[in-house]
């Protein structure tokens, strides 16, 4: 697999062919992690032809280093740590409690921007696959798994373009299939291995989602 992928949509269709096996199943649903996972998750929809939705995860920063994840949470109460780096850093409770009273703000208020009055799509009983544009810790990820596991999918598959070994190995038990393009070491980090890494912006959410909605509506 060559890197950098040019863009976030390159790594989408790639992605596409990675999993398109899954092609013809009429319970598959794909749901993205926003924002940088719906560029990509975008494309793997229309490729399998399945609806494509959202499933809301934040990252939990470290005060005073917001892009260190110390952890995830995500709907339905869910909240993963990363112990290393949690008791690394002798975070507090307390300081957990208000870096994630702050975000899960954030996450209801995605909520309300991107699906409006329309109700979470239903996961029970669904073949559902998971995408972001890649993973670093994995912890966001790994609160996206959990929050999936307690609706009771019927599959569950994480798809990623990129990938660290680390992330990989918490990931791979918890699952019914992990797909990653690469896993390039050392690192750095998502953005690296990107030509064109730009924030995804909420309107491009809400266009690439009612994209989906009129595809899946006109099929």
């Given at each position: ?26 319970d ?19 490729d ?12 939990l920063?470290?005060?005073?280093q ?8 995500a709907?339905g ?11 690394g850093l ?11 009273e ?7 208020r ?23 544009d ?14 999936a ?12 373009p990129?990938?660290s ?7 791979e ?7 990653c ?8 980090g998502v953005?690296?291995?990107y ?6 912006s909420?309107?491009e ?15």
């Amino acid at each position: 697999m060559q890197l950098p992928f040019n863009d976030r949509t390159e790594a989408g269709r790639l992605l596409a062919q990675a999993v398109h096996g899954y092609r013809g199943r009429d319970d598959l649903l794909v749901l993205a992690l926003p924002r940088g996972g719906v560029p990509v998750a975008a494309e793997v929809a229309a490729d399998l032809d399945a609806p494509l939705d959202l499933m809301l995860v934040r990252k939990l920063g470290v005060p005073g280093q917001p892009e260190l994840a110390m952890g995830a949470i995500a709907t339905g109460g869910v909240q993963v740590l990363n112990p290393d780096i949690v008791n690394g850093l002798g975070l507090s409770e307390g300081a957990i409690d208000r870096v994630a009273e702050t975000e899960g703000r954030e996450l209801a208020r995605r909520a309300r921007l991107y699906r409006g009055e329309r109700p979470a799509p239903r996961i029970r009983a669904s073949c559902v696959i998971l995408i972001d544009d890649g993973l670093a810790t994995g912890a966001t990820m790994r609160a996206a798994v959990s929050a999936a596991r307690a609706q009771e999918p019927s599959t569950l598959v994480v798809a990623v373009p990129v990938a660290s070994s680390d992330a990989l190995d918490l990931l791979e038990p918890t699952v019914d299939d992990l797909v990653c393009l690469a896993t390039p070491e050392p690192f750095f980090g998502v953005g690296r291995w990107y030509a064109a890494f730009p924030q995804t912006s909420d309107d491009e959410v809400r266009t690439l989602l009612a994209d989906a909605r009129a595809r899946v509506g006109a099929g």
